[in-house]
């Protein structure tokens, strides 16, 4: 089981969750932030950090964000960062983000 992080983060990053985070497993995208499924020890720190309300247990996800399951998922996998599972964020930004992200929300100025 892990928490993930949702629609409240995009745009927003606030990332107050990732200096609380004992195991360094919340990453950022250009958009949003993503907590990487192995990595995650289940402590939810982040839940009661994250200011917007953006993170929660998976198990508790509410039905129209269940999507954001996969998405924090497939982030680290070759098709979208290529980060894969490498033991802790330390500071790493891909740049990109799930292209999951701009189906739930597109960026400010984007072509509709």
Do not use: W
């Amino acid at each position: 089981m892990a928490h993930v992080i949702t629609t409240a983060c995009i745009d927003c990053k606030d990332g107050a969750c990732v200096p609380c985070c004992p195991v360094d497993c919340i990453y950022e995208g250009a958009r949003t932030l993503y907590i990487h499924p192995d990595e995650c020890i289940d402590c939810g720190v982040c839940v009661s950090a994250c200011p917007v309300q953006a993170i929660y247990e998976e198990s508790r996800l509410p039905p129209e964000l269940a999507n954001f399951t996969a998405i924090n998922r497939e982030y680290f996998g070759d098709a979208v960062s290529g980060l894969g599972a490498p033991g802790g964020a330390d500071g790493r930004a891909s740049g990109c983000d799930h292209p999951g992200i701009a189906k739930v929300l597109p960026s400010v100025g984007a072509p509709a």
